[in-house]
Nanobody
Framework: VQLQASGGGLVQAGDSLILSCAAS?????MGWFRQAPGKEREFVAA????????YYADSVKGRFTISRDNAKITVYLQMNSLKPEDTAVYYC???????????????????WGQGTQVTVSS
């Protein structure tokens, strides 16, 4: 499975951005992680294909919305009220099979996109 992410950019605090990630094959779950300079990669949001159940990191809950178009095998991350601390490289990820308790775990995902930079200025 190949993942193609797009949509990053430079915005000001309070602005919105939408990221998209298209997959070449069907997967059980797709999600977004991010990595800021000098920090470990962290979970942002994920969605399961079957039930459409969504999962969010506490830091983005209420501001970010993940959605999935199963027909297009594409996942979107709508990011509102962006903050400077959201600045990072955002990675799309996909898991062939995943259990609920592992949705937020980096190693649960089999495939990764190339990353897209999101920079939020204050």
């Amino acid at each position: 499975v190949q993942l193609q992410a797009s949509g990053g950019g430079l915005v000001q605090a309070g602005d919105s951005l939408i990221l998209s990630c298209a997959a070449s094959g069907r997967t059980d779950a797709m999600g977004w992680f991010r990595q800021a300079p000098g920090k470990e990669r962290e979970f942002v949001a994920a969605v399961r294909r079957s039930a459409g159940t969504t999962y969010y990191a506490d830091s983005v809950k209420g501001r970010f919305t993940i959605s999935r178009d199963n027909a297009k095998i594409t996942v979107y991350l709508q990011m509102n009220s962006l903050k400077p601390e959201d600045t990072a490289v955002y990675y799309c990820a996909a898991a062939l099979r995943i259990i609920v308790s592992a949705m937020r775990v980096t190693s649960s995902y089999n495939y990764w996109g190339q990353g897209t930079q999101v920079t939020v200025s204050s």
